[in-house]
T-cell receptor
Framework: TQLLEQSPQFLSIQEGENLTVYCNSSSVFSSLQWYRQEPGEGPVLLVTVVTGGEVKKLKRLTFQFGDARKDSSLHITAAQPGDTGLYLCAGGVGGTSYGKLTFGQGTILTVHP | EPEVTQTPSHQVTQMGQEVILRCVPISNHLYFYWYRQILGQKVEFLVSFYNNEISEKSEIFDDQFSVERPDGSNFTLKIRSTKLEDSAMYFC?????????????FGEGSRLTVL
């Protein structure tokens, strides 16, 4: 069974601070995806990383996939209240698993003005 | 913008009753999924569906669960005899291609409450 451990579970910071969310596993994933989920809605994809060591930037968000493809991080620079939400990492495997994703437990981020 | 739509948004049912959750995936998508999220817990994979058959299912997806694509547009999840522990948010998702890469589009979810 593949598991993804996401940390921290809760993060409460002031506007303008930087933060990092971690996603770790003992298993190798073909891809690692980061989602954001608003209350009462489904997860919405932010980014997919597929190559070990890959770094992707989305405005103030930086995503990294570990060299061994077992871990990933999400770094937010100068957080804003609009970044408040639930962030989920999810790992995918290739082959015949048809896109089944294993999700982490999520990080609830609160950015205070 | 195309989206995955789910109905009902919330259903309350008595234990032992049958429930059907409905989903309309994005029209050109070929791969369909159901996930669920028990309150306060992880999003969990239930089943994937391609070419009118189940591709993969999790341990959660036992004989009480079934999926169907009856008319080429709807994708349904049926729970034959609901249990209290089936209370959760159920998400339908679809994508254009299989494998680990490619965006998975989620619906807004159907909240099932079993009393």
């Amino acid at each position: 069974t593949q598991l993804l451990e996401q940390s921290p579970q809760f993060l409460s910071i002031q506007e303008g601070e930087n933060l990092t969310v971690y996603c770790n596993s003992s298993s190798v994933f073909s891809s690692l995806q980061w989602y954001r989920q608003e209350p009462g809605e489904g997860p919405v994809l932010l980014v997919t990383v597929v190559t070990g060591g890959e770094v992707k930037k989305l405005k103030r968000l930086t995503f990294q996939f570990g060299d061994a493809r077992k871990d990933s991080s999400l770094h937010i620079t100068a957080a804003q209240p609009g970044d408040t939400g639930l962030y989920l990492c999810a790992g995918g495997v290739g082959g015949t698993s048809y896109g089944k994703l294993t999700f982490g437990q999520g990080t609830i981020l609160t950015v205070h003005p | 913008e195309p989206e995955v739509t789910q109905t009902p948004s919330h259903q309350v049912t008595q234990m032992g009753q049958e429930v059907i959750l409905r989903c309309v995936p994005i029209s050109n998508h070929l791969y369909f999924y159901w996930y669920r999220q028990i309150l306060g817990q992880k999003v969990e994979f239930l089943v994937s569906f391609y070419n009118n058959e189940i591709s993969e299912k999790s341990e959660i997806f036992d004989d009480q669960f079934s999926v169907e694509r009856p008319d080429g547009s709807n994708f349904t999840l049926k729970i034959r005899s609901t249990k209290l522990e089936d209370s959760a948010m159920y998400f339908c998702a679809s994508k254009t291609s299989g494998g680990a890469i490619g965006e998975l589009f989620f619906g807004e979810g159907s909240r099932l409450t079993v009393l």
